[in-house]
């Protein structure tokens, strides 16, 4: 008798837990070590500074979904946007193919007349932060707004809050957009009430800080938008992807939809028609009345959506994330511990609202606010006294096959592209200040693996690779 298309579904979908079980045992999460476990070779298995971590249920959930074969974004992709807005406690997430995209969609949203006099219009000022990621910044300048770049604390890698009121000015200044950087939320405190103050508009790229917490609430959560990330290093991984969390507007939610798909005004998903109703019953800008709504435009936008296999997958990792983020604070913990005698050469990473570390944990300021941080990764600071360089120590690590990475672009300011755009354009951006702290962290900064896929045998060749070497001195 022949087998039905479910039954051979199934069939396919067993052997594919089967094939990944024994192809992907690298990639499995340290805490469920493969059976039999993967060896590590000091010195020629190489320690990654991050990876894709996953199991036999995400291949087969994205089996599953290209089987089914509607690719485009669908029923998996809302079933995740509903997930991790539930997860995070926010009013909505919209997904789309990167975190960068996401970055986009996110300052681009703000530039819709749907938003009125809060609109942001070309020549507007964004407050955003010297060393980071370029496209935290980039979307700034692609919408014809101006960044505006405070330095950053080279202790906790976040913007000097203090600088914010020099920053502001009257009329110009509407926005702020910084990063919870390395996993450490910045001073939520501080911004939040420096944008209610000054009714700016906060965006809060939240792409290495998922699972982070301020005052006990998520990071990602504060903001009127906030930006995830995918990508493999990323917290959880799609493979590729990104979303914009929508903190409480379903007026926003509208705006980014619509720059995610192609600009158009239609809210319909992928695959239906007439939400609204009235599909020819509009008349908008200068076109007929009842022109077909699913092909009305009323911004400027992209095609930034993922495929639905990709949001399958996320589906399954969203169910492992507070795993991933425990593991990700004992492997920082760890690490801390470990290194402490290195105090001499090093310092190390200091929460937000923290003043110290000891073996018992940290010390905190006065201010009553604490921070719970989802470590994207191990900061080392070359001290500035120390007898190599952090380009000297970095190469080290390489030839040690330990993964390292500089803190992303620097200070974003010294890169051949804002050179230029200094020379093509002076007023393309502001500068506050001498920005020492952002060169400190591009002259002195580097960061090693916590992800959830490092082993405590490589972690213990980690710390004994980095004790050798400044034993050398």
């Not at 110290?356 to 990764?377: I, K, L, M, N, Y």
């Not at 974003?412 to 393309?428: E, F, G, H, I, T």
């Not at 200040?433 to 082993?455: H, K, Q, S, W």
Request: aromatic content about 12%.
């Amino acid at each position: 008798m022949a087998k039905t298309s479910a039954e051979i579904k199934a069939e396919i979908l067993r052997l594919t837990r089967e094939f990944s079980r024994l192809a992907h045992a690298a990639n499995r999460p340290a805490y469920t070590p493969a059976e039999p476990p993967v060896p590590f070779v000091p010195g020629q298995t190489v320690v990654p500074y991050a990876g894709r971590v996953f199991s036999e249920q995400e291949v087969e959930a994205a089996v599953s979904a290209t089987l089914d074969f509607w690719l485009t974004l669908g029923r998996e992709g809302e079933a995740f946007e509903q997930k991790l807005a539930a997860f995070l406690g926010v009013k909505s997430t919209v997904l789309c193919n990167s975190g960068s995209s996401a970055n986009l969609l996110a300052v681009s949203a703000l530039s819709s007349p749907r938003l009125g006099n809060r609109r942001l219009r070309p020549g507007d000022e964004i407050i955003t932060v010297a060393a980071g990621f370029p496209t935290t910044v980039a979307p700034i300048i692609q919408n014809g707004f101006v960044p505006v770049f405070i330095d950053n604390d080279p202790a906790t890698l976040n913007g000097r809050v203090e600088q914010l009121s020099e920053a502001y000015r009257e009329g110009r200044t509407r926005a702020v957009f910084m990063a919870h950087t390395l996993g450490n939320p910045f001073n939520l405190s501080a911004v939040t009430e420096f944008c209610r103050q000054h009714n700016l508009w906060l965006i809060e790229d939240n792409c290495d800080a998922l699972g982070c917490r301020y005052d006990g609430k998520f990071t990602g959560t504060f903001g009127d938008l906030s930006t995830q990330s995918f990508y493999p290093p990323h917290h959880m991984t799609l493979g590729e992807g990104g979303a914009v969390n929508v903190g409480q507007s379903r007026k926003l939610r509208v705006i980014v939809e619509s720059f995610r798909d192609w600009g158009r005004d239609c809210w319909c998903a992928s695959g239906k028609d007439n939400t609204c109703g009235k599909r020819y019953d509009w008349q908008l800008g200068e076109l007929p009345k009842g022109y077909d709504h699913k092909y009305i435009y009323s911004h400027l936008g992209y095609n930034l959506k993922p495929l639905d296999i990709q949001a399958a997958i996320g589906c399954v990792q969203l169910e492992k994330l507070p795993q991933f983020i425990q593991a990700r604070i004992d492997n920082w913990d760890y690490l801390r511990r470990q290194l402490a005698d290195c105090a001499n050469f090093f310092e190390f990473m200091l929460p937000t609202h923290a003043t110290g570390w000891t073996p018992e944990g940290f010390t905190w300021d006065a201010s009553g606010h604490r921070t719970v941080c989802s470590w994207f990764g191990f900061m080392l600071r070359v001290r500035p006294d120390a007898p190599f360089t952090k380009f000297e120590f970095a190469r080290h690590l390489d030839e040690k096959k330990i993964g390292n990475r500089m803190l992303f672009g620097g200070n974003l300011v010294r890169q051949p592209v804002w050179q230029q755009l200094r020379q093509d354009r002076p007023d393309a951006f502001r500068v506050i200040g001498d920005l020492a702290g952002a060169d400190r962290i591009m002259n002195e900064v580097l960061f090693i693996g916590t992800y959830p896929g490092l082993t405590r045998p490589m972690l213990d060749y980690l710390v004994d690779i980095i004790r050798a070497f400044v034993k050398k001195f």
